[in-house]
């Protein structure tokens, strides 16, 4: 894969004047919202910060959080700052908890969303000319929208399948010779299965994918390669990140390296904290990600939690871009599971699975309170039939699985074996665990 | 001197078995051997049928994981010390065998063998010697 670069100046800014811009911009952010935003400027009064309080990057500490139960309780337009006639687009999150929250954009919003995602989709290995099958769900959600903008912004050719109706997605990439699918990790490997299924009629070398630009949910290395050998066309994945609060997708995305997602930084000022204290960690520390958003104005976010829990590299990589890399996002704060007082991160026995040749790559998490102490379970679908002459294979495989997750999570927990395509596949995030503990 | 014999992961749930083996009727498939190895969460249903191939196929097209391996079937004597006599061949060449199972005929004085080994070539060279009866697929298919 060709190493290409989108905006070759911001990406590969020396990182003392990109340091400077961002100075420059969180200056120009502050100024902005206490004058136009009701919602911050009472809280930048309440904490005493103005803009001229702002003199390095490190007294972006002062500034205090802004969480997602913020969005709730100004539903649905409270923290907007422009006019309603300056919004040109509004998105929404699901909301399956509660209201939904809602984010708003400007003209100039939405060209910088276009320009962040046209840069990871470069990166990613799309160019003008690439036919990139959209298969996220268009609406409300802010990931088929932004990814779609990026795209016809470098000149790809833009094939807008949305998600489901999967037999449709794979007869367009044979007929059209996709060459890149924009999909989460599981839908892409579903994808893959089903293609795979129907092999007879439609043999694999009908497909010509080349890029995979996943996002939404992460992926693992495990699965990723997974995903690749399914395919068997050669396909090249990345991962890239966002959420809607910080505009969608377009925050950070992998280049051909894959040794960690690159942050947009003149538009994304990034930190890691400790999630139960609000400290803020040392460079190159893991903890929750807070990223403010240097450049919105239609619903500008300062120091958004994003619950996410990642690690930030601060060096050049291989490929020339001196953006700051953030490392896979290792678990959710809240996706967190304590069993037995130990923390685990689905993520992590994922990492313990996949790979293994005997099993699929879906995997579901079951916990139960026995005799008032935590049990986990993991469901692993056995696909490997040659295992099936000797009893004793299995028992072993059972076994050896067990033990890859006990020395990763350092508790011992029990692994099933169930039969193939028993575990709810999801076209959308996978849903990974099921606690039963309180019931 | 093989015969083929179908072996199925199957979970332990409430009429998992019945559905399986419903899946094998409804193809037309007659099943003339059955045995079930479980544990508590899951089990290796063994199966030998009159069309083996067909009934992997209609398996693996549900979705299950199957296979399909050689097996040695042989008749034995309906009478005491019947199987004693030819499982003492295999263990004096020193065969192991993974599992086996047995069940009787609508012949009189005759029950049949069906045995997994480590190794085949010893196994049925060592049950020649005693003079079994081991028996091609064909005529265990058409039993």
């Not at chain 1, 337009?77 to 908890?97: D, L, N, Q, Y």
């Not at chain 1, 894959?258 to 204290?277: K, P, Q, W």
């Not at chain 1, 903890?287 to 060096?315: A, F, Q």
Request: hydrophobic content about 40%.
């Amino acid at each position: 894969m060709e190493n290409r670069i989108f905006n070759k100046e911001m990406e590969c800014m020396p990182r003392r004047e990109l340091e400077a811009l961002q100075l420059e911009r969180l200056k120009s952010l502050v100024d902005y919202c206490e004058r136009n935003s009701e919602f911050y400027s009472k809280r930048l009064a309440k904490a005493g910060v103005t803009a001229d309080k702002i003199k390095s990057l490190s007294d972006i500490q002062y500034i205090p959080y802004t969480t997602k139960d913020d969005l709730r309780d100004t539903y649905p337009f409270g923290m907007i700052s422009v006019p309603m006639e300056k919004i040109v687009r509004v998105h929404a999150s699901s909301g399956t908890t509660g209201n939904p929250t809602v984010v708003a954009y400007t003209r100039e919003d939405m060209e910088n969303w276009s320009e962040q995602v046209a840069r990871l989709a470069v990166a990613a290995g799309a160019n003008a000319g690439t036919i990139v099958q959209i298969c996220f769900g268009y609406g409300m959600f802010t990931g088929a929208l932004g990814l779609h903008y990026g795209l016809e912004k470098i000149g790809a050719v833009v094939v807008p399948t949305s998600s489901g109706n999967t037999e449709k997605q794979l007869k367009f990439m044979r007929d059209f010779g996709t060459d890149a699918i924009v999909a989460t990790p599981s839908y892409c490997m579903y994808l893959a299965e089903a293609a795979r299924s129907m092999a007879d009629k439609y043999p694999m070398e009908m497909y010509k994918l080349k890029y995979g630009i996943l996002g939404s949910e992460g992926s693992t290395p495990e699965m990723r390669a997974e995903i690749e050998k399914h395919w068997g066309s050669g396909i090249f994945c990345t991962d890239n990140y966002g959420m809607s609060e910080l505009n969608g997708p377009g925050m950070s995305g992998e280049c051909m390296y894959r040794d960690g997602l690159h942050i947009n930084e003149d538009h994304f000022l990034c930190e890691t904290i400790d999630s139960a204290s609000g400290d803020v960690l040392g460079k190159g520390e893991t903890g929750e990600l807070v990223v403010t958003n240097l450049t919105k104005r239609g619903l500008p976010m300062l120091r958004y939690r994003t619950k996410d829990i990642t690690s930030i590299n601060y060096d050049t990589c291989k490929c020339g871009r001196t953006s700051a890399r953030m490392h896979k996002i290792i678990g959710r704060s809240d996706d967190m599971i304590k069993v037995r007082g130990v923390n685990v991160f689905p993520s992590q026995v994922e990492s313990a699975l996949i790979g293994m040749t005997e099993i699929s790559p879906n995997y579901l998490i079951v916990l139960r309170r026995e005799n008032y102490s935590d049990s986990m379970e993991v469901r692993v679908e056995l696909i490997d039939s040659s295992l099936l002459d000797r009893y004793g294979e299995l028992v072993a495989l059972q076994k050896r699985i067990q033990d890859n997750i006990k020395n990763i999570l350092g508790i011992a927990i029990k692994v099933s074996l169930v039969e193939p395509n028993s575990i709810e596949r999801f076209t959308g995030k996978a849903k990974r665990v099921l606690d039963l503990r309180n019931q | 001197m093989y015969i083929k014999q179908l072996s199925v992961f199957v979970e332990n749930k409430d009429g998992r078995l019945a559905e399986i083996t419903t899946i094998i009727a409804n193809a037309g498939i007659d099943i003339r051997a059955l045995s079930i190895a479980d544990t508590t969460d899951f089990g290796i249903l063994r199966l030998v049928v009159d069309k083996p191939y067909e009934a992997e196929d209609i398996l693996k097209a549900a979705g299950l994981t199957v296979s399909l391996t050689d097996v040695i079937a042989i008749g034995i004597p309906d009478r005491p010390g019947g199987f004693a006599e030819t499982i003492t061949a295999v263990a004096n060449k020193a065969v192991a065998v993974e599992y086996m199972y047995a069940f009787i005929s609508r012949e009189q004085d005759r029950a049949y063998l069906i045995m997994r080994v480590a190794d085949n070539e010893t196994a049925i060279a060592a049950l020649r010697a005693q003079g079994c009866d081991l028996l091609d697929g064909e005529s265990v298919y058409q039993l």
